[in-house]
């Protein structure tokens, strides 16, 4: 079956660096998109990135120059290097993956969480 865990996460300094892996098995992982999703307390899940099964990322506005999506197919693992963080960068990190044939011709995958079908449990980041 679909698993995909999360790690990475933890507590840093604002202006301080993380970098998340999300491991995946049980699907064929160069098939599928593969996004990261962050969660604040009370509020739903927003699209933080996400890198089509060609490698092409795509980034919410209040990232862009400071994360950087990746994925290693070889080795069925999505990375999120995320420097110079701010304190409102807080939330719970998910990992995400769904088909590509299923999400790309929908459109707006990043900001619509419910297309994708499977989660991890996510890795909780902190920045003071």
């Known amino acids: 079956h679909v698993q995909l865990v999360e790690s990475g996460g933890g507590s840093v300094q604002a202006g301080g660096s993380l970098r998340l892996s999300c491991a995946g098995s049980g699907f064929t992982y160069s098939r599928h998109c593969m996004g990261w999703y962050r969660q604040y307390p009370g509020k739903q899940r927003e699209g933080v990135a996400m890198?089509?099964?060609?490698?092409?990322?795509s980034y919410t506005d209040s990232v862009k120059g400071r994360f950087t999506i990746s994925r290693d197919n070889s080795g069925s693992t999505l990375y999120l290097e995320m420097n110079n963080l701010k304190p409102e960068d807080t939330a719970m990190y998910y990992c995400?993956?769904?088909?590509?044939?299923?999400?790309?011709?929908?459109?707006?995958?990043?900001?619509?969480?419910?297309?994708?079908?499977?989660w991890g449990q996510g890795t909780q980041v902190t920045v003071s």
């Open positions: 890198i089509d099964e060609n490698g092409m990322p």
């Open positions: 995400a993956a769904e088909k590509a044939s299923v999400i790309m011709p929908l459109g707006g995958a990043l900001y619509r969480p419910t297309l994708w079908g499977y």
